[in-house]
């Protein structure tokens, strides 16, 4: 790469006030969130561990969801406003809600967002994002710790979210607003093979 082009890429990384159409131009073969107008460069590729566990929730909630929800996988863009571009583990949309669907990802709110925690995540996914995604009225949000097989399941609550329940072993997964989901996470983790570091 040219010097002139190596410079615009780092005066674009340290720009604000980016929006949607900057974020899909800018390709360096990293993959980043777009945070109130400014590019995040988010963590390496996620872990094998990360891959199967998102997986398998994706089987769970395809197997009793997929007439009724559009179930999504990373990365997708979520759309939330021209300077806010995030890409959840998991999103669900409503089959009632096609029209928030574009070529260009997810254009509003997802009725259901899942993140899986990693260890260059956790910040990000259990400070910064609980904010975004209440800030922009999801309904419900997930975090799921590898380590500990749990799922932490957040309601919106006017205008910020409220752990509802933590879901681990043999307790049923259910949502107060996602009427198909039944699974539990013995039987997701118990598809996650011990793998060597």
């Known amino acids: 790469m040219n010097n002139k082009k190596e410079k615009e890429k780092k005066d674009i990384i340290k720009e604000n006030n980016l929006t949607y159409d900057d974020y899909a131009s800018f390709e360096d073969g990293n993959r980043?969130?777009?945070?109130?107008?400014?590019?995040?460069?988010?963590?390496?590729?996620?872990?094998t561990v990360h891959q199967l566990l998102s997986a398998e929730i994706y089987k769970k909630i395809e197997s009793g969801c997929s007439s009724d929800y559009f179930i999504f996988f990373a990365p997708i863009d979520v759309i939330l406003a021209t300077t806010d571009v995030r890409q959840p583990d998991i999103a669900l949309v409503s089959r009632k809600r096609i029209d928030i669907l574009t070529n260009r990802g997810i254009e509003g709110a997802p009725d259901l967002v899942i993140e899986i925690l990693s260890p260059s995540s956790l910040k990000r996914d259990k400070v910064d994002k609980l904010k975004t995604y209440a800030h922009f009225d999801i309904p419900e949000y997930w975090i799921i710790d590898p380590k500990s097989g749990a799922l932490e399941q957040y309601v919106l609550k006017k205008d910020h979210y409220e752990i509802i329940d933590i879901f681990q072993e043999d307790e049923s997964v259910?949502?107060?607003?996602?009427?198909?989901?039944?699974?539990?996470?013995?039987?997701?983790?118990?598809?996650?093979?011990?793998?060597?570091?």
Do not use: W
């Not at 980043?32 to 995040?40: I, P």
């Not at 949502?175 to 793998?195: G, H």
């Open 32 to 47: 980043y969130e777009l945070v109130q107008g400014q590019l995040e460069l988010m963590s390496p590729s996620p872990s």
């Open 174 to 197: 259910t949502s107060p607003n996602i009427a198909c989901v039944s699974f539990t996470m013995k039987t997701v983790m118990d598809n996650i093979p011990k793998l060597k570091d």
